[in-house]
């Protein structure tokens, strides 16, 4: 058994690795990262997911959900760190699974990411804890660091392979599902078929009650809406699915969002990323930002980033040939939101978050696209649209490309008692 | 080894020893007593350069060889000091005429209160930080912030009130100890205290303000800016070390905590020196500027005259209306927002949410106490003054639109 995987099995159990275990990892890790760009290009089939902070329990009940390392590609969005009781191990887990498999695990930065961050939010107290010195932590840090700032996947298919084994892979074909939604079990609770962007009122597929309730009589029937919608590549769909190439587009996941000073893709690329996240500008925009409900940008109460509107969010996806951007950063209670035409999407993945918040957490994943042409028409930077390059009608200013087909598996926190939680600090004795 | 080396060696390792002690006094001084510092450097240069050039080693009264380590007794002024050190001028104001009817109409007709406020104008366009402090409290808990905000922001102004019951603020009462000290009542004050000042000092319009309120004063200036009273003016508010359900919580050990306090002091300088040594404020320079506004001579008690002006314990009716709803009326309200805590465990649920929803700006101090603004005076002043500079609205400038830019014919 190599060093590596003896690192991986203790760090599964929870137990952290000796100290100059993680220094050789973090040397290793940054290796490794110092070679991807600020942009990492992931190839569909992945998983893509939102903060973890430290909830370890709940990262494992993740693993589960979504499929283990390496049958599963993962694409984690950041802030690993911070707020849990077990920073240290989903980090090390996480980064030594990263080591071990560098083709089916890609880690993008968080805004807990960063030393400033840390130092208040636990991740250095912990380290302090467990191992008496602030060494762990500040290898951690450098690793932090080299982390790239966003990712793009490509190559998503705008059809859903079947949730399970026990589907038939003709069916799910056949009902042409832009979105699903599944609980823990993978039984599927939600589906939205395909439609015209211009009959969607429900396009940001927000499940009413318990996304993750036991609510199978949805079944396989349509709960949105009773729309026909028209076989792929009529008018009816809205959607040039099934023709040439693979229309789907690309899709832009970043911790944050968006930065005014950030206008293309390539921008990003061209930032120097080796550093604490700054106190202002692009960088910092990235791994700070929220889409809002406003026109344009916005100042962020956050005190770090900007708030962007759904224009904001259109214009650089036309721009950039994106279908999609996705992002995490923000908790939601039902694990995702859609927005904006589903043109940016909110992934968390930290269920119940600081043991008590009482969310549940979701995970995207995107199915590869087995047309077999392997072309991606609307990958960025590929100024060949498939229409020819010919004007579009612009409705809303800008025609969004349709997104990929998006299956979002809904999980709740792992069971109390699979962990040791240290006991709360006593309350403030002043508070008046 | 030669009896010069040894002496030699003596002598270093006495000039180790002094550096050594020289640390500790720096570290408990808090920078407060820099020049008696400088004395005890002098001592060791002297000392040092004494033996190695004669090779005496003899104590002396002047190189106090066996004297203890400069400790507290010596080194720590615990003298007050006094407010015109921070600010500018005191006020007193009256409310407005009693024709306002949004008051507690009980409460008003019998009550006479004049408001007593520190303030140092804002210059020019400059903001104005209003202060409220926390139960028991005084308006002298701001001031040593208040200088650290003018010196990184100089054309700042800021009020610090005495709520009623309070500082030098005088209320009469038609019965003795029964002041009306609900959140509705203090925020009303609150806003009175700021057009009051308007009206004195003819400022011919509100500056743009920053309400800046620690423990029950963050109740009071969130359900001031709840209220949207202020209108444009108000820029944002911080709240300073209080959040509702950590708050409600604490609340069942206040009494204890309140029993545990000392009912009274023999001079201000000992309730100055209780103040540092129990770390309830852990700024001695904070201290000594605040802790003299909390407390009178009332001649009672010969060997222990100094006592609290706010007699805490009896505002208990009152506690739970301070904090209900407040994490909400913080989430809800108009304006930037800000919160500043002692430490993360201190969020409730519902600003955990807020918080990693994006919905107001948090900074942490672990390293400080309670009294945050006290504590660490520079690090809050670097706090406001960045919060201002976020939501200074004559500075902001935003890209533009793009249904602007469209609007105008540009490709984008």
Known sequence: ???????????????????????????????????????????????????????????????????????????????????????????????????????????????????????????????????????VWRYCCDVFDYLALGAIVLGASNTLSPASESSAAQEYADMNLEVEVCNADGVSTFQFPRQSRSLTSSSDPQPRGSPNGSSSTAGHSSPATGNKTGPPGSGASGSSGGSVGNPAGAVLCVHGGLSPLIQTVDAIRLLDRKQEVPHEGAMCDLLWSDPDDIDGWGLSPRGAGFLFGADIVKEFNYKNDLSLIARAHQLVMEGFKEMFDASIVTVWSAPNYCYRCGNVAALLELSEDESGLGVFARSNGDVSRSDGGQEKGRPNGFDTLEGPARRYRVFQAAPQDSRGMPAKKPVADYFL | MSDLQRKLGKAKLKSAMGDNSLKEVDENEDGDQLSELREVVDDDSSSASSASSTGTI??????????????????????????????????????????????????????????????????????????????????????????????????????????????????????????????????????????????????????????????????????LASRGSLGPSLLGYAVLDVVEGSAMDALQSMQTYLSSRPAGFASLKDAIEWHVRSRTIRNAVSARTSVPGLLSDDGGNPTKPWVWKTDLAATQPFWEDWFVGLSKKFLGARGGKMLLLAGTDRLDTELTIGQMQGKYALQVFPEAGHFIHEDLPEKTAVALVDFHKRNDRSALVLPPKVSDLLAQGKRV
């Not at chain 2, 922001?153 to 500082?167: C, E, F, K, M, Y």
């Open chain 1, 1 to 135: 058994m190599s060093d590596l995987d003896k690192w991986v099995a203790q760090l599964r159990a929870c137990r952290p690795i000796p100290e100059a275990d993680v220094r050789e990892l973090c040397h290793k890790a940054r290796e490794l990262l110092i070679e991807e760009g600020n942009v990492v290009t992931v190839n569909a089939p992945v998983t893509i997911c939102g903060d973890i902070h430290g909830q370890f329990h709940d990262l494992m009940e993740l693993f589960r959900v979504g499929g283990d390392v390496p049958d599963t590609n993962y694409l984690f969005m950041g802030d690993f760190v911070d707020r849990g009781f077990y920073s240290l191990e989903s980090f090390l887990l996480l980064l030594c699974l990263k080591v071990r498999y560098p083709d089916r695990m890609t880690l993008i930065r968080g805004n807990h990411e960063s030393r400033q961050i840390t130092t208040v939010y636990g991740f250095y107290d912990e380290c302090l804890r467990k191992y008496g010195s602030a060494n």
């Open chain 2, 58 to 223: 003899i104590p002396s009264p002047r190189q106090k060889l066996f004297a203890r380590p400069e400790g507290i007794p010596r080194g720590r002024s615990l003298e007050q000091i006094p407010w015109t050190t921070y600010f500018e001028r005191e006020l007193f104001l009256k409310p407005p005429a009693p024709a306002q009817t949004d008051t507690t109409p009980a409460a008003t007709p019998s009550v006479e209160i004049t408001y007593h406020a520190y303030l140092t104008s804002p210059v020019g366009k400059g903001p104005l930080f209003v202060m409220h402090h926390g139960a028991g409290s005084s308006g002298l808990s701001f001031a040593v912030l208040s200088s650290e905000i003018r010196k990184r922001l100089p054309n700042a102004g800021v009020l610090a009130l005495d709520a009623r019951g309070h500082g030098s603020t005088t209320i009469t009462s038609p019965k003795p100890g029964s002041i009306d000290l609900s959140l509705h009542t203090l925020s009303t004050d609150l806003y009175n205290v700021i057009q009051a000042a308007k009206t004195q000092m003819a400022w011919p319009e509100l500056p743009p303000i920053i309400l800046v309120g620690h423990s029950l004063g963050g109740a009071v200036v969130t359900d």
